[in-house]
């Protein structure tokens, strides 16, 4: 199984098909194996289809430390250059969108097209009054028996689980968002 090292970690990745590069940024807790078979079985025939495990699910590391959605754009920005991918299509899903939102503001060069699906520019708990009961409540949820064996064949571990909501809750991507509608002249 393919991994490539990118900054502190060892990144997962399947490619599937030829063509224009295509890669496909999941959500929290995502992995490659969720629609593999749809996406691969639609797209593959015109497009390369990139898939990657981020930073603390799946296959690729979980190293611990907090996260960021920042930090996970730049994870893909390097992944594309070890796999000598200069541009692409990307689709982010979720939180996967965030990646996706800031990879496009930061490096537009690397982006053929954008899809943001499930997008939001920023956590609409950011300002929650009371995180900690927030934080509380998903972590007695994701604790008990069995639940993150139900997310995928490999499953994150609560902690990193965790450290992808906190960067998901701490991202504001407005500023990024406003980049993309307001581009430097």
Do not use: C
């Not at 990118?6 to 490659?32: A, L, M, R, S, T």
């Not at 930073?55 to 920042?70: A, F």
């Not at 097209?113 to 956590?123: D, E, F, Q, T």
Request: overall charge positive.
């Amino acid at each position: 199984m393919p991994k490539v090292k990118v900054n502190d970690i060892n990144i997962y990745y399947k490619i599937h098909g030829e063509g224009e590069p295509f890669i496909v940024i999941w959500g929290i807790g995502g992995e490659i194996l969720q629609f593999t078979h749809q996406l691969t079985n639609l797209m593959s025939k015109k497009y390369k289809i990139i898939l990657f495990d981020s930073r603390g699910t799946g296959r690729t590391d979980k190293p611990d430390h907090p996260y960021s959605i920042e930090m996970m754009a730049e994870d893909t920005v390097i992944l594309m250059d070890v796999l000598g991918v200069k541009s692409a299509h990307i689709l982010g899903i979720s939180m996967g969108s965030r990646i996706a939102l800031s990879i496009a503001a930061k490096y537009p060069e690397k982006v053929k097209s954008l899809i943001l699906n499930v997008a939001a520019a920023r956590s609409p708990h950011k300002d929650d009054p009371q995180p900690a009961i927030s934080y509380k409540r998903l972590h007695t949820a994701m604790t008990q028996p069995g639940f993150l064996d139900t997310v995928s064949e490999h499953p994150p571990t609560v902690e990193s689980f965790l450290r992808q909501f906190k960067a998901l809750k701490n991202f504001d991507g407005r500023k990024s968002w406003e980049k993309l509608h307001h581009p430097p002249s």
